[in-house]
């Protein structure tokens, strides 16, 4: 093994300096760096977010719903720049005070709610409306085994593989084997589950399956981190059966497109107000016209 040996120093100190992808965006205190109101729209909730992975669960969510008929599900999407440090703006930092995307607004009571933590805006919206969440019993247990197992590994699979692998200024051998071990183990744990089901709680979709798709869904499509053939995805065939469903459904490609910032501009709508957004907003169409 190749890499450098670190001895940590007695305390600890922020090297600004310290290189990497996210090097200008992360840093070890909390709080507003910045006053920043939030716009705010016409409809009952009003999304913060960005089209990682962890803010493509709630816009799936918001368009599995509206496509089962829950017009109260009607929102505004906003964009929240990361790169750029949006997410530390003093209207964010009130929303979610860990300054993290997904934020959600519920305006649609008497008094606004905050919701953030991607799991607790798919459980607020799932009570909310009845759908993809079971009422009681084994069932609902089941959903929310998977629900949290995937809060617990994403970090891993995201912060850890992802991040040395993909995103780290210097590859170490070390930290990838590490973390290539966990998401393939990970993959795995996926894989034998869905020999049996066709979901990954059962036999009905669920908030679970939105909330694992975007990672582990992604990943095995080839849209992850560019690691598909270094981490033999193809060879976990019910995860890529699952995905292939998953990805297939309408709501799940128009919730993929919402607050994306990257990628072909045809897939990206930066922000969303109305259904016809999707055919009318995106980004090719607003550069076109310019």
Do not use: C
């Not at 790169?83 to 995307?101: A, C, H, M, R, T």
């Not at 080839?222 to 995860?239: I, K, N, P, Q, T």
């Not at 501009?265 to 999707?278: C, I, M, Y």
Request: no cysteine; net charge negative; proline share 5%.
């Amino acid at each position: 093994m190749s890499d450098t040996t670190y001895t940590p120093p007695k305390v600890w100190t922020w090297d600004q300096e310290s290189g990497g992808k996210f090097a200008s965006i992360n840093r070890p205190i909390a709080g507003a760096t910045h006053d920043k109101e939030l716009p705010v729209g016409d409809h009952p909730f009003q999304l913060y977010s960005l089209a990682t992975p962890n803010g493509v669960k709630v816009t799936v969510m918001l368009e599995e719903l509206l496509a089962a008929g829950e017009t109260g599900a009607e929102y505004d999407a906003w964009l929240i720049n990361i790169g750029e440090g949006d997410q530390f703006g003093s209207g964010f930092v009130e929303i979610n005070p860990n300054s993290k995307i997904p934020a959600l607004h519920d305006r649609s009571g008497g008094e606004p709610v905050r919701v953030f933590e991607s799991a607790s805006i798919l459980m607020h919206l799932a009570e909310k409306f009845g759908h993809f969440l079971p009422k009681e019993g084994a069932a609902r247990t089941e959903v929310l085994n998977w629900l949290f197992w995937q809060m617990g590994s994403a970090p891993y699979l995201g912060g850890g593989f992802g991040h040395f692998y993909a995103y780290a200024p210097e590859k170490f051998e070390y930290a990838i084997n590490r973390f290539s071990m966990e998401a393939k183990r990970q993959l795995d744990v996926l894989n034998l589950e869905l020999a049996t089901k066709t979901f990954i709680a059962g036999e009905d979709y669920s908030i679970a399956d939105i909330a694992i798709w975007p990672w582990y869904g992604q990943l095995v499509l080839g849209r992850l981190y560019d690691a598909a053939e270094f981490l033999d995805v193809a060879s976990y065939e019910h995860v890529v059966r699952w995905a292939k469903a998953i990805d297939a459904r309408p709501a799940v490609q128009r919730g993929r497109m919402v607050n994306r910032a990257f990628g072909e501009l045809s897939s990206q709508l930066r922000e969303r107000h109305a259904a016809t957004d999707f055919e009318t907003r995106t980004q090719d169409k607003l550069e076109a016209a310019e």
